[in-house]
Nanobody, 126 residues
């Protein structure tokens, strides 16, 4: 049974930093894509970043490029999202997701991911 557990969210002032963690369990994720998505109130879930576990290739939404960094720790089966220079518009619930490779769709599409965490709230105050 696949489980994804996010942590690390919280309240931070604009310009601050947070690091989100996604602890994955239930199978070997070496042939998975790991994604971070976010959803603000009244908005659709949107792509933030993705990482291909086997190759380490990374992808970012234009809105976070240069500010966010996705990474993985193989020994801990954990994916991280380091978020720097946070802005009020980054406020959302952040979700971790996992999808088997090759993805059935695009890496930035939620439908490509089979497993989701419960989400962690990130609030950036101005």
């Amino acid at each position: 049974q696949v489980q994804l557990v996010e942590s690390g969210g919280g309240l931070v002032q604009a310009g601050g930093s947070l690091r989100l963690s996604c602890a994955a369990s239930g199978r070997t994720f070496s042939r998975y894509a790991m994604g971070w998505f976010r959803q603000a109130p009244g908005k659709e879930r949107e792509f933030v970043s993705a990482l291909l576990w086997n190759s380490g290739s990374t992808y970012y939404a234009d809105s976070v490029k240069g500010r966010f960094t996705i990474s993985r720790d193989n020994a801990k089966n954990t994916v991280y999202l380091q978020m720097n220079s946070l802005k009020p518009e980054d406020t959302a619930v952040y979700y971790c997701a996992a999808g088997p490779l090759p993805l059935v769709g695009r890496y930035y599409s939620p439908v490509s991911y089979d497993y989701w965490g419960q989400g962690t709230q990130v609030t950036v105050s101005s």
